[in-house]
């Protein structure tokens, strides 16, 4: 994109200073209208410590950090401009009626540092480092949380590219409705989420790198989003979908706990779900999920390597798992299902080689009997767990677990049939170390 474009730019020429104390937000302003003007280019941020309030992006203009450039946020609440979106958002509201209410219309919500707004053609590149400063604000979610640091919105055709991002007051980058664009090479360390995109297609998040203290990556209303060669540690989730998607693909990543960047808020750094798919899990989000694949993804110490939970006006199509090793899964199965009636078609799980702690306790299997599924701590199968799926097919897999554990390794719920083909599974009251299953059944009992 930006190879095509001759225009180079310096905001020194607008007389931003670098010594950590101006404030150079018109000066940088300046320099991007002027690169527009005249047909698109790039704007420099050379060497040095640049204090900014809000930057407003434009059309064909590429804002380039060189190496030894920091653009930090200023700590000034009122230098922050809030979104002005150019279509309607609303659906992409969440948790309404708790204290992590937001909306794209919400002024203190919407702030942020940098603003891609209604732009084509855009983007940030560079191997400098944008610093949020952590400008926190009682007004915000939670009382503390403060303008994100990239927001994007009604926006395609973007690249950003190999820079930093540390210290977000909250979101590092958080975008609406996004079309065919890219995140590759970034690295954000700390703040709360590291890329959260709430509406897109045709987007690819590549090789990225996130030390995050909330979720790394999160959103929905996702088509068409590859999600590759990512490097994902979270004080949360690694992958958090609470909107339904499609045409999802995750590959060739690595996710793992504990969390480097405590949460802020809990001060927490366990690490929840590798991969957790929950439309419906922060307010209203009808709507289908389908063809999603997860391939070849390592996990260690996490709370469970998958959750897919189904709100009532959710379906699920195809989800495929594939050459996914997970290794000191701390207390949950690998998950499909829902708790009310919401169904999922069809789950293929191929080459999984799963490793979970035990439970030292003989009397949990009969524990769960009569109880409701709101009391369980976890789940009364040690490994996997489906509810509510028409066809599951399990193949060539492996389900184990470290000291001792008397649940069952798969427990299949209303389920219409299920395959099992070269499954091996950890059982204590066999006697076996190792069950070897291949079966086929259908109208599969349930527990």
């Known amino acids: 994109m930006h190879l095509l474009l001759s225009i180079l730019i310096s905001i020194l020429t607008f007389g931003a200073v670098g010594d ?65 979106p150019v279509s309607d958002l609303s659906k992409y509201e969440s948790g309404r009626g708790t204290v992590n209410f937001n909306s794209a219309t919400d002024p203190v919500w919407s702030q942020a540092l940098i603003h891609f707004v209604g732009v084509s053609h855009s983007g940030i590149e560079g191997k400098g480092i944008i610093d949020g400063a952590q400008v926190f604000n009682p007004r915000g979610e939670e009382h503390q949380r403060g303008p994100h640091t990239i927001l994007i919105a009604n926006s395609k055709n973007l690249r ?34 590291g890329i959260h995109i ?57 996710i793992y706990g504990p969390g480097a960047e405590k949460h802020i808020t809990s001060g927490n750094r366990n690490s929840s779900y590798a991969i957790s798919l929950e439309p419906g899990g922060w307010g209203s989000a009808p709507g289908r999920l389908d ?39 701390t207390r949950m199965a690998l998950s499909v299902k829902s708790w009310g009636t919401a169904r999922s078609e ?15 306790d003989p009397k949990l299997p009969e524990w769960f009997e009569n ?36 649940r069952p390794s798969i427990i299949y719920k209303n389920v219409k049939s299920y395959e099992e083909k070269d499954v091996r599974s950890r059982s204590i009251n066999t006697g076996l170390i190792f069950t070897v299953v291949s079966n086929k059944r259908t109208n599969a009992k349930s527990f």
Not at 293 to 322: C, H, Y
């Open 20 to 84: 950590g104390k101006t404030d150079n937000t018109q000066a940088i302003n300046k320099a991007v209208a002027e690169c527009a003007r005249q047909g698109g280019g790039t704007v420099s941020v050379p060497q040095g410590v640049f204090l900014s309030g809000t930057i407003h992006m434009k059309s064909r203009v590429v804002l380039r950090l060189e190496r030894e450039a920091v653009l930090r946020g200023i700590g000034d609440l009122l230098a922050y401009d809030y979104l002005h």
């Open 160 to 193: 950003f590219k190999d820079f930093k991002i540390v210290r977000a007051s909250n979101y590092a980058i958080l975008g609406y409705e996004i079309d065919k664009s890219l995140f590759s090479g970034i690295t954000i360390t700390g703040g709360w989420d």
């Open 198 to 254: 709430r509406g897109c297609n045709h987007v690819r998040i590549d090789r990225c790198e996130m030390h995050t203290g909330d979720d790394a990556i999160a959103g929905g209303y996702w088509n068409h989003i590859r999600i590759t060669r990512c490097t994902l540690n979270s004080s949360c989730n690694g992958i958090r979908m609470i909107q339904p998607s499609r045409n999802m693909l995750v590959e060739d990543c690595t």
């Open 291 to 329: 063809n999603i694949t997860l391939r070849r993804i390592k996990v260690a110490t996490v709370l469970a390597p998958l959750s897919v939970t189904l709100s009532e006006d959710n379906t699920l199509g195809r989800l495929v798992v594939e050459d996914l090793t997970a290794r000191d899964i």
């Open 346 to 360: 069809k789950i293929v799980i191929r080459r999984a080689d799963l490793e979970f702690r035990g439970i030292d």
């Open 371 to 406: 109880r409701s599924t709101s009391e369980w701590p976890y789940f009364p199968s040690y490994a996997m767990y489906f509810r509510n799926v028409d066809k599951v097919s399990i193949q060539d897999s492996r389900c184990t677990f470290t000291g001792k554990d008397y």
